[in-house]
């Protein structure tokens, strides 16, 4: 089995900052891409930024400039760091985890239970 915990989603006001978590736990033999996702009420699920096991990164452009993303290997964990945000990026926030259980195995999407960030004005 293969968890993904996500924490340090909050309400915050326009303006500030918030750093995001994301723990990937269990039988896990090696981890390659790395993300954030977002959905807000009535919209559809939107890649908000990725990182790759070698650390390049992409972003939404929506983002780019105020979110950087970050990976710890050796904790199985990735991060992303929050600024200057706005109301539109309320949203509940998933982190997603491409990964191997097994050598045999296939490469894999696994999704975290999402945490709420809402931006107040």
């Known amino acids: 089995q293969v968890q993904l915990v996500e924490s340090g989603g909050g309400l915050v006001q326009a303006g500030g900052s918030l750093r995001l978590s994301c723990a990937a736990s269990?039988?896990?033999?090696?981890?390659?891409?790395m993300g954030w996702y977002r959905q807000a009420p009535g919209k559809e699920r939107e890649l908000v930024a990725v990182?790759?096991?070698?650390?390049?990164?992409n972003y939404a452009a929506s983002v780019s400039g105020r979110f950087t993303i970050s990976r710890d290997n050796a904790k199985n964990t990735v991060y992303l760091q929050m600024n200057s945000l706005k109301v539109e990026d309320t949203a509940v926030y998933y982190c997603?985890?491409?990964?191997?259980?097994?050598?045999?195995?296939?490469?894999?999407?696994?999704w975290g239970q999402g945490t709420q960030v809402t931006v107040s004005s």
């Open positions: 997603s985890a491409s990964l191997r259980t097994a050598p045999w195995s296939a490469l894999r999407e696994y």
């Open positions: 990182i790759t096991s070698g650390g390049s990164t």
């Open positions: 269990g039988r896990i033999l090696s981890i390659n891409a």
